[in-house]
């Protein structure tokens, strides 16, 4: 079964950086159509935050782009999310997503991680 491991949240002053990082872990993937993060701040809906293709192309939200980059290893089965220039209404659980096709199953399905707190207080 295929899972997502997530790390890297925690507490940050505004203006400060994080890193998270999400690795795919256990099952056989055969393709990653997309993977990326998503957050869903206190009493809000989860949002996109930004989203790596196969091709590379990438997405942000238009609150996150020019602080925020999404990353990948060769092997395209991380995906890193670097967070630069905090600020308070980034406080929120961040959620790994991938949409990927593995063993087991007939067509692409969403995958998620646990998720990790980052919380931008001073």
């Known amino acids: 079964q295929v899972q997502l491991v997530e790390s890297g949240g925690g507490l940050v002053q505004p203006g400060g950086s994080l890193r998270l990082s999400c690795a795919t872990s256990?099952?056989?993937?055969?393709?990653?159509?997309?993977m990326g993060w998503y957050r869903q701040p206190p009493g809000k809906q989860r949002e996109l935050v930004a989203v790596?293709?196969?091709?590379?192309?990438?997405e942000y939200a238009d609150s996150v782009k020019g602080r925020f980059t999404i990353s990948r290893n060769n092997a395209k089965t991380t995906v890193y999310l670097q967070m630069d220039s905090l600020k308070p209404e980034d406080t929120a659980v961040y959620y790994c997503y991938a949409d990927l096709w593995a063993r087991g199953s007939r067509e692409y399905s969403d995958y998620w991680g646990q998720g990790t707190q980052v919380t931008v207080s001073s």
């Open positions: 256990g099952g056989v993937i055969f393709n990653i159509n997309r």
């Open positions: 790596i293709a196969s091709g590379g192309g990438t």
